[in-house]
């Protein structure tokens, strides 16, 4: 079975330092990745995937990750934070099991960003 | 486009009592996916509809979990009895339920239904 494994689940940083959000993922295949972010009393947004093209992928926000398959990780990165960062972010993987493809989230990382 | 919309935002039950979450997808999304966030986790599948087929109900607990998506539009998720453990976010997401190219699409996500049991 695929699984996600997200390090670290507090990140502080302070305003317009690096952010880096470290996922890893276990799959017998290539695998679809996923990183979504959730703000307080809401709902998950899709910041960015990876569908097996491009490696380096950017998502909404200035944020972006890289595909590595030799350290089977897919971390996010941001160059420079801003306070509206502040969130939970969850990496995910997706698996087609049965002709569907199901979605299994890591535990998420909850950055905060310092003044 | 209106997003996933789910209701009620808030409910506060004591245990043994039932409780029922409402979900309306994204008009024209074939899947309809609920999921089960406790605090501190990321969400947990609980069930997937395609159209008004379930496609996977293996993490519902159907003892006392059940849903339904009647004329493949919203759907409700029921709880009964509830349990202290049942406390948690519900969220509903939906999908257009296929990609061109193949592999998965992208879910949206309804704000969630907070769930406390005392």
């Known amino acids: 079975a695929q699984s996600v494994t997200q390090l670290g689940s507090h990140v502080s940083v302070s305003e317009g330092a690096l952010v880096l959000l470290r996922c890893n993922y276990s799959?017998?295949?290539?695998?679809?990745l996923f990183w979504y972010v959730q703000y307080p009393n809401q709902g998950l947004q899709l910041l960015l995937k990876?569908?097996?093209?491009?490696?380096l992928v950017k998502g909404i926000n200035g944020f972006e990750a890289e595909f590595k398959k030799s350290e089977t990780s897919f971390h996010l990165t941001k160059p420079s934070a801003h306070m509206s960062d502040a969130a939970e972010y969850f990496c995910?993987?997706?698996?087609?099991?049965?002709?569907?493809?199901?979605?299994?989230f890591g535990t998420g990382t909850r950055l905060k960003v310092l003044a | 486009e209106a997003g996933v919309a789910q209701s009620p935002r808030y409910k506060i039950i004591e245990k043994r009592q039932s409780v029922a979450f409402w979900c309306n997808p994204i008009?024209?999304?074939?899947?309809l996916y609920w999921y089960q966030q406790i605090l501190g986790q990321g969400p947990k599948l609980l069930i997937q509809?395609?159209?008004?087929?379930?496609?996977?109900d293996s993490q519902l607990p159907k003892d006392r979990f059940s849903a339904e998506r009647l004329k493949g539009v919203d759907s409700t998720l029921k709880i009964q009895p509830a349990k202290l453990e049942d406390s948690a976010v519900y969220l509903c997401?939906?999908?257009?339920?296929?990609?061109?190219?193949?592999?998965?699409?992208?879910?949206?996500f309804g704000p969630g239904t907070r769930l406390t049991v005392l």
């Open positions: 997401a939906s999908s257009l339920g296929r990609v061109a190219g193949g592999g998965p699409d992208t879910q949206y």
């Open positions: 799959s017998s295949v290539p695998p679809y």
């Open positions: 990876y569908t097996s093209a491009a490696t």
């Open positions: 995910a993987v997706s698996d087609q099991s049965s002709g569907t493809y199901k979605y299994i």
């Open positions: 008009s024209g999304h074939a899947t």
């Open positions: 509809f395609q159209n008004n087929g379930v496609v996977d």
